[in-house]
């Protein structure tokens, strides 16, 4: 929890994560989880990463946000990695007298975007993902219907028919 309240306590950090889960900003937490696991795999999206000073082009790494968003997700957990506000709820102080209420989950998952740029990436690329993001639903709306469709009609045949049996056993005399 240290790290965390180190990480939020540098400037524009808390501002940044605020903005998103405020709703003042493009991006939404829906949008994000879209892209980390589902986007990010499908495009293989790679992220140059700098480490340390700007001017040193030999301190960049490549980030591949999928594996990264993987990796996460097995050393925190689903419950501790999580863009939504889901689980157990902690009043988080990040100003004199400033609480957020939030989960520990939610800013460990900022905390990965912000720091990578994760967030820059989707800010600038909205429209597209939006848009894979609205055409991956409307297929699993279909699927889901046509499934829903199927099922019914196999039910009401077994519901419609009265079958009748008789079954017999011809037993050997002792």
Known sequence: MNALITFYKKPGNIERMLEVIRGHSRV?????DFFAANYSKAHNITLTVKAGDEEDKASTTQLVVHSSYKSQ????SKRNFDPFCRGNHI???YADNELLTTTVGQLNFFRWIISNPILEYVEG???????????TEDAQLRKKR??????SASRSICKNNDVKMLVTFDLPSC
């Open 125 to 135: 690329n909205v429209d597209p993902i939006e848009a894979e993001m609205k055409q």
């Open 91 to 93: 009043a988080f102080e």
């Open 146 to 151: 046509t499934e829903e469709l199927s099922l």
């Open 28 to 32: 939404s937490l829906r949008l994000l």
């Open 73 to 76: 997700l097995r050393a925190y």
